[in-house]
């Protein structure tokens, strides 16, 4: 059972809209007037392959006054080619949230560009700073940042175009987050006393769908195995959605 927390990334990763109402499952969609075929058709494929509440045990609707959607967003660190309009959904668990999001490139090639870009060294550099960020949008109306990051382990089957990393970010108000972020990175660890989450982020391509799974835990590290069997069931929900 996956029992963590997401709330997700705002900057290059996603850009998020907050709403005051919870709503099941937690699935943005845009408005239906000029929508295109290849709009819809992602729409359509993000509605297939997202987290869902039966997914995970003890999963179920945020809270009122909780973020409850986020709008569909590029899901590398480069904004040169955005996405189609996908689709995002949001989990509650009894120790926080777990989310997934869905971006369909253009094409199956521009998904390959935009892995290869995401792969890339500084492609992870980002990763790790964008999954760091997440930290405000948690309840507490603080900042956070990445403090140290390492590669997460991915099941075999998303394939090499796959990309993880799991992030220990500091809380912190916006005030004080230069100068926290920098004495924190000088330590090499949260500075003495500070308000920690663990973040875990994974992208995997499949076809012209990016999909993004993310979780954030503000016990400990969101659990591998829970993570590799989230992420093995999108990518099955992938592949049967764009076929």
């Known amino acids: 059972m996956i029992q963590s927390v997401t709330r997700f990334a705002c900057g290059p990763i996603l850009a998020v809209a907050v709403i005051m109402v919870a709503c099941p499952n937690a699935v943005s969609e845009p408005a239906s007037h000029g929508i295109s075929n290849s709009s ?93 960020e997440v930290g405000e949008l948690l309840p507490t109306g603080l900042m956070s940042f990445e403090v140290t990051g390492r ?22 108000s916006a ?14 660890h949260p500075t003495p006393g500070a308000s920690v989450i663990n973040v875990s982020g994974a992208v995997f391509r499949v076809g012209p769908a990016q999909v993004l799974l993310m979780a954030v835990d503000e016990r400990g590290e969101p659990s591998q195995v829970e993570m590799d069997q989230l992420l093995l069931v999108l990518h099955r929900r992938a592949v049967n959605a764009t076929a």
Request: charge should be positive; glycine fraction near 10%; aromatic fraction near 2%.
């Open 40 to 132: 819809r058709r992602a729409r359509a494929i993000a509605r297939a392959v997202n987290v869902r509440a039966s997914d995970i045990t003890g999963g179920g609707t945020p809270r009122p006054g909780e973020t409850a959607s986020f709008s569909p967003a590029p899901l590398t660190c480069s904004r040169s080619e955005p996405g189609q309009a996908g689709g995002v959904s949001l989990i509650a668990t009894p120790y926080g949230f777990v989310a997934s999001a869905v971006s369909v490139r253009a094409s199956t090639q521009v998904a390959v560009q935009q892995m290869r870009a995401l792969l890339s060294s500084s492609g992870q550099l980002c990763l790790g700073r964008s999954l760091g």
């Open 151 to 172: 590669p997460l382990a991915l099941p075999k089957a998303l394939g090499m175009e796959a990309v993880g990393k799991t992030v220990l970010a500091e809380m912190t």
């Open 175 to 188: 005030a004080d987050l230069v100068q926290d972020s920098r004495e924190a990175h000088r330590l090499g």
